[in-house]
Nanobody
């Protein structure tokens, strides 16, 4: 199973930016899809951004389109989530995940499509 470790969370004011990192224990060829998810207290975990490792396609939730960017550095086995124009409603625990294969059960932004998860990193945005 792939080991994933997130970092880069913190506290920022509204309008600020953060970059989250997700270090993976395996090379990109075995990771298939990578996704970023978030979960606020009392809410369901939701997909934020996803990409096929080594591919060009990017997938974003409507709520973050134009503000968040997912990318990867294969030399570092790391996936990033660049977040800009952060708002209080972006406050959540953020998790990265990788799929077990190329066929996604529920689509790129569905939690059902991913089998390995990191421990999460907290993002807090104040108004």
């Amino acid at each position: 199973q792939v080991q994933l470790v997130e970092s880069g969370g913190g506290s920022v004011q509204a309008g600020g930016s953060l970059r989250l990192s997700c270090a993976a224990s395996t090379v990109s060829a075995s990771r298939y899809f990578m996704g970023w998810f978030r979960q606020a207290p009392g809410k369901k975990r939701e997909g934020v951004a996803a990409m096929q490792s080594g591919g060009r396609a990017r997938y974003y939730a409507d709520s973050v389109k134009g503000r968040f960017t997912i990318s990867e550095d294969n030399a570092k086995n790391t996936v990033y989530l660049q977040m800009a124009s952060l708002q209080p409603e972006d406050t959540s625990m953020y998790y990265c995940a990788t799929s077990a294969g190329e066929n996604l059960i529920g689509g790129p932004l569905s939690t059902e499509s991913y089998s390995s998860w990191g421990q999460g990193t907290q993002v807090t945005v104040s108004s």
